[in-house]
């Protein structure tokens, strides 16, 4: 790839990355950890997402009134990969680990991205907590996905925040179950393996602007 990052600071970098899996992208920490300029930690990030190894997923932001979150969220893409940088062995051991859900949203968002092969493709947060894992834009609808590792999903604040802000014509919470069910007027809990089956029906902000 043309690339001549030292391979030590290369793994530095990569294990750094892995930490920061779902979380907002904070260049110049690295670049103080690294011991290097923020430019150049830019540009590492910026080589393993052209590579396809670190996906980038960029903020959404509009005039709503509020402040919100700027920056990107990084996740490493692989998660054999994740799991070997953050030293996790067995799937006994990802049970335990404190990464275990910033692992599983990584690896849903990566299959609700390869399913619905959405136009565009945003997170939204503002920074007084209110968040939305990811925010699609599909033939001009936009498409709410929260990504929860839980047994049963239940309507939380901030999605309720997230539909009437966001303007959602959908918002579907993604988790590792089996049952689908709805939580309210337009939002809906879809088990991960059924993500492929996520329907959008043009009446569902009609029916849920009561929420």
């Not at 692989?78 to 996790?88: A, K, M, P, Q």
């Not at 209110?130 to 590792?149: P, Q, S, W, Y």
Request: charged content about 20%; proline content about 6%; glycine content about 8%.
């Amino acid at each position: 790839m043309g690339s001549t990052i030292p391979a030590v600071a290369l793994r530095r970098f990569w294990s750094m990355v892995a930490h920061y899996h779902g979380q907002t992208w904070n260049g110049a920490e690295l670049a103080r950890a690294l011991a290097v300029g923020e430019s150049t930690v830019r540009r590492y990030l910026d080589l393993m997402t052209g590579v396809f190894m670190v996906r980038q997923l960029p903020p959404w932001f509009e005039n709503l009134g509020k402040r919100q979150v700027k920056a990107p969220k990084v996740y490493v893409r692989d998660s054999g990969l994740l799991h070997t940088l953050l030293g996790i062995p067995s799937r006994h051991a990802l049970e335990h680990h404190p990464k275990v859900g910033a692992s599983w949203e990584g690896y849903a968002v990566e299959e609700v991205l390869k399913a619905f092969a959405p136009d565009e493709a945003y997170y939204w947060a503002t920074l007084n907590g209110a968040e939305l894992d990811l925010l699609l834009f599909k033939d001009g609808r936009r498409i709410g996905v929260e990504c929860k590792r839980a047994d049963a999903p239940t309507l939380t604040p901030s999605m309720r925040i997230a539909w009437h802000d966001l303007k959602l014509e959908a918002l579907r919470v993604v988790y590792p179950g089996v049952s689908r069910y709805p939580l309210a007027a337009g939002i809906e809990v879809v088990p991960l393996a059924a993500v492929a089956d996520i329907r959008v029906h043009h009446n569902s902000a009609a029916k849920a602007r009561t929420l």
